[in-house]
């Protein structure tokens, strides 16, 4: 099989995507983007973690990362601001303040860049595609248009794959626990604190995955928010 670049946040959809790859027999890199995102340090942890249990299986499994901290418009998952609390996945106002806009397709375009560089014939991404997604970069013709795009500008060497766009979180959950992935150690949330806050828009997602899975859900979420009269 040939070697591919996988665009990881440290999360379960990219996590999935690199065991995807592995068992794929191919050669995989990790590429870490660090964008500003609040929570940036603690997806390096467990970016770094994926990258020593991809190294365990194929000892071929090599890390990059690359700083782009300039380049997108400010939101709530950027600069330090804290995100909002949801009690959806699908509050519209909750999306508007985390989105990022155009962040999957500059990722992928930055990870055929790097698949250039380093002799890779394909980009891998954890996006989910979705005609009603609230992010529009992660609609399927986003995805459909981004791929396009990273063929014809790397004039037909890399071509960028979307492997699990059409798959539910919870099947990303089962698959992640079949691949014996550390789940617990796998980062969500939005913000950057000592656990998962349990409380924006990521983390409900991932609640509710685990949940429709049928798998134990092994991750420190911080107390409920309090309130004082």
């Known amino acids: 099989m040939s070697k591919v670049v996988v665009m990881v946040s440290g999360g379960l959809d990219s996590a999935v995507v690199v065991a995807q790859a592995l068992e794929q027999g191919h050669e995989v890199v990790l590429l870490h983007v660090d964008y500003g995102q609040s929570n940036a340090a603690r997806e390096m942890v467990a970016v770094r973690d994926i990258h020593g249990w991809a190294f365990w299986r194929d000892h071929r499994s090599a890390r990059h990362d690359v700083a782009l901290r300039d380049v997108f418009a400010a939101s709530a998952i950027t600069g330090g ?64 248009a981004t791929a396009a795009a990273v063929e014809a500008g790397s004039g037909g060497a890399v071509r960028f794959v979307a492997p699990i766009a059409a798959w539910s979180k919870a099947r990303i959950v089962r698959a992640g626990a079949d691949a014996g992935l550390r789940l617990a150690l796998l980062w969500s949330c939005y913000g950057g604190g000592p656990a998962h806050c349990g409380a924006c828009g990521a983390c409900v997602k991932r609640r509710r995955a685990f949940v429709d899975a049928g798998v134990d859900d092994p991750t420190p979420y911080l107390p409920p928010r309090t309130t004082t009269q």
Do not use: F
């Open 81 to 144: 601001h804290a995100p909002p609390a949801v009690t959806s996945d699908r509050d519209a106002v909750a999306a508007a303040a985390t989105t990022v806009p155009l962040r999957n397709v500059v990722l992928a375009v930055v990870g055929a860049a790097v698949a250039v560089r380093v002799g890779a014939a394909e980009v891998h991404a954890g996006v989910q595609g979705a005609d009603d997604s609230l992010y529009a970069d992660s609609r399927w013709e986003s995805i459909a």
